[in-house]
T-cell receptor
Framework: AQKVTQAQTEISVVEKEDVTLDCVYE???????LFWYKQPPSGELVFLIR??????QNEISGRYSWNFQKSTSSFNFTITASQVVDSAVYFC???????????FGEGTQLTVNP | GAGVSQSPRYKVTKRGQDVALRCDPI?????LYWYRQALGQGPEFLTYFNYEAQQDKSGLPNDRFSAERPEGSISTLTIQRTEQRDSAMYRC?????????FGPGTRLLVL
């Protein structure tokens, strides 16, 4: 069985603060993929990043960065210098080697206040 | 290019009616997925297709739910004899490799 846990239900920050969204996963697969999606207030689900289990390099894209640590089964997401437009629900998801379904966490509601 | 499209975007129906939700994937994407998302929760897998073949339908909650993709492109998710507990956002996604791209969803409300 696969499981994704996002322990932070809601986070509220003030603009320009840095914020980290936590994601912990469980899987028996040795090869798997991890994802982050953003769901803004408009409701669509927007792909942000995919990480393969065999590549533990951290990644940075503008103000976004991701920290993948297999030893702790975590795939955390940091937004630097947050902006009001970052306000959204963020979902972490896992896809195992066997089968194609995504298993999502419950999501973290991020609110960035001006 | 065009993303995944879904129709209708909103559907209000009465309990006991049948509904059909449509998904048009990104052109050339082999795999198509259906998920259901309740308010305040993450999406949950329903079923998926490779081309026209339904590969996994283990997430369909009961036999009132069915899906098809007869020509390997557009897919329809059908819910028969709708119940109030079927109210949710129904999301479709398509992929060519590991990454799934989602459509805008159909918000279903069963009265």
């Amino acid at each position: 069985a696969q499981k994704v846990t996002q322990a932070q239900t809601e986070i509220s920050v003030v603009e320009k603060e840095d914020v980290t969204l936590d994601c912990v996963y469980e899987t028996r697969d040795t090869t798997y993929y991890l994802f982050w999606y953003k769901q803004p207030p408009s409701g669509e689900l927007v792909f942000l990043i995919r990480r393969n289990s065999f590549d533990e390099q951290n990644e940075i894209s503008g103000r976004y960065s991701w920290n993948f640590q297999k030893s702790t089964s975590s795939f955390n997401f940091t937004i630097t210098a947050s902006q009001v437009v970052d306000s959204a629900v963020y979902f972490c998801a896992l896809r195992g080697r066997s089968g194609s379904r995504l298993t999502f966490g419950e999501g973290t509601q991020l609110t960035v206040n001006p | 290019g065009a993303g995944v499209s879904q129709s209708p975007r909103y559907k209000v129906t009465k309990r006991g009616q049948d509904v059909a939700l449509r998904c048009d994937p990104i052109s050339g994407h082999v795999s198509l997925y259906w998920y259901r998302q309740a308010l305040g929760q993450g999406p949950e897998f329903l079923t998926y297709f490779n081309y026209e073949a339904q590969q996994d339908k283990s997430g369909l909650p009961n036999d009132r739910f069915s899906a098809e993709r007869p020509e390997g492109s557009i897919s329809t998710l059908t819910i028969q004899r709708t119940e109030q507990r079927d109210s949710a956002m129904y999301r479709c996604a398509s992929s060519t490799q590991e990454t799934q791209y989602f459509g805008p969803g159909t918000r279903l409300l069963v009265l």
